[in-house]
């Protein structure tokens, strides 16, 4: 028999669903911040104590959002509170948090205009994120050579200017500064925007500014590799608000950022495609407390490298690292170049042999993507199509590009191969830093000959 029709509820039936009667469960709860606990390397005894008192799941109510727009989430997102912090610290004006130090270079690098067609100016000593993102970005890296420092030589970069320039990407290689005046002072005769890549460096200081907001646009990584950080996580800063603009399309999910997102452009070329390049909330709340910690970690880094190198006296077959600035280096890597690579290699056994956590390459060294001619991704102008190569172009071609990367820096591979690196540690007591301060120049005296005209450690 057929079921008379009911009344609609639209009509003033009854409603056909009046609620629902599963109770709700968080999406993420105790487990999942157990889960984290477990990561984070607490022992067992302790993840069990934990376990017993989170066990009751009602305590957290609707259950965490980890995202940064979690409307629920008062008063701020731990991403904003990094990302206010930075602002401070860093002495800028804009900060965004984003997922890696790779992330926060290619929205840098769209953000200062790198698209097919162009170029951008890296160091030959670096690491290979660098260049990589130019490439994503559609741009092709120039390599600029090195000097004592390991840092970009601003001598060198002139020549490697060309039409398609538009911008000169300085890393601050392994704490220790760019000489930022001499690159700034390039950049702006040939009106190039400066991306200063801040990943070894965070803290750095040159001329009493921190790294990052000295140059157009500052891009760190915040990785569980580097100075601060727990995993994986980045950050751009910049003064300028129209770069800012630029990045946060890139790095926000093109336009997710904007007060009207769906409103017209404000200003032409505001809008184009972006990626979701943000911070997760857990990583926030654990690089919130390490950029705090941040100053702490880097004086007592500077204090370490001051007491090693004042045990070492200077010879004549030993060219320490030249220290751009030493106030603001981080020190956390003590390094010098014998004369030759023999000469490096019997110091490094013999610095070994007495304790010290030293490391030296050789001319036929692995490959290592922190020398640009390893870096294999961009090198070998591969594209991740057959025609997608930057390096084939149309657009590149048809402005006279062609770059050769062979054989273009033979200062960083020979610095490279002869360096000698001790790896300092900032938890060193004092009695241990004059210790191995002394224990270098106990190596150093009996291979080399003391020179008090020679290079002084910086
Ligand atoms: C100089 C430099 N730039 C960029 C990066 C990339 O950072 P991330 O690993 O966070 O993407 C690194 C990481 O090693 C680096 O050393």
């Given at each position: ?18 609620g629902r009667t599963g109770v709700p469960q968080p999406k993420i ?161 040939h009106k190039l925007k400066v991306i200063e890549d801040c990943a ?38 910049t003064n300028n608000e129209r770069l800012f603009d630029r990045i ?211």
């Amino acid at each position: 028999m057929k079921k008379p029709q009911e009344e609609l509820a639209i009509d003033g039936g009854p409603k056909a669903f009046a609620g629902r009667t599963g109770v709700p469960q968080p999406k993420i709860g105790v487990a999942e911040f157990l889960s984290v606990a477990e990561r984070f390397g607490f022992k067992p005894a302790v993840l069990s104590r934990l376990r017993r008192t989170l066990s009751d799941a009602d305590l957290l109510g609707q259950g965490p959002n980890l995202a940064r727009y979690a409307t629920a989430f008062p008063p701020a997102t731990k991403s904003d509170a990094f990302e206010a912090l930075a602002r401070k610290k860093f002495g800028v004006k804009y900060a965004l948090a984003v997922n890696s130090g790779t992330s926060a270079l290619h929205a840098a690098f769209v953000a200062a205009g790198v698209g097919p067609g162009t170029e951008v100016i890296c160091p030959a000593l670096g690491f290979a994120a660098t260049a990589m993102a130019v490439v994503v970005a559609g741009g092709v890296p120039v390599f600029c050579d090195v000097d004592e420092s390991l840092g970009i030589d601003p001598a060198k970069i002139a020549a490697c200017i060309t039409p398609r320039t538009v911008a000169v990407a300085p890393t601050h290689h392994w704490g220790n500064v760019a000489d930022m005046a001499g690159v700034m002072k390039v950049a702006r005769r040939h009106k190039l925007k400066v991306i200063e890549d801040c990943a070894q460096g965070p803290g750095a200081k040159y001329a009493g500014a921190y790294v990052g907001g000295i140059g157009d646009i500052g891009c760190f990584s915040i990785s569980a590799y580097k100075i601060i950080g727990g995993g994986e996580g980045g950050l751009v800063v910049t003064n300028n608000e129209r770069l800012f603009d630029r990045i946060r399309q890139m790095a926000e999910a093109g336009g997710l950022w904007r007060p009207d997102r769906f409103g017209p452009p404000r200003y032409k070329g505001e809008l184009f495609a972006g990626c979701n390049y943000r911070l997760s909330e857990l990583e926030a709340a654990v690089d919130l407390i390490q950029l705090r910690k941040l100053d702490q970690i880097c004086n007592r880094f500077r204090k370490v490298s001051r007491r090693v190198r004042r045990q070492l006296h200077t010879y004549a077959e030993i060219n320490p690292q030249t220290v751009v600035d030493t106030r603001g280096y981080l020190g956390y890597m003590l390094r010098f170049f014998p004369a030759t690579c023999a000469l490096s290699a019997k110091l490094t056994a013999a610095l070994r042999a007495e304790g010290v956590p030293a490391h030296t390459r050789g001319r036929k060294h692995r490959p290592d993507w922190h020398l640009y001619r390893d870096m294999f991704p961009v090198v070998l102008k591969g594209g991740h199509t057959p025609e997608g190569s930057v390096f084939k172009d149309p657009r590149y071609l048809k402005r006279g590009g062609k770059v050769e990367y062979r054989g273009a820096c033979p200062v960083a591979e020979d610095l490279y191969s002869r360096e000698v690196t001790v790896w300092l540690d900032q938890w060193l007591s004092d009695t241990d830093a004059d210790a191995l301060g002394l224990a270098i120049d106990k190596v150093l005296g009996a291979y080399c000959t003391r020179d008090p005209n020679a290079k002084p450690w910086g």
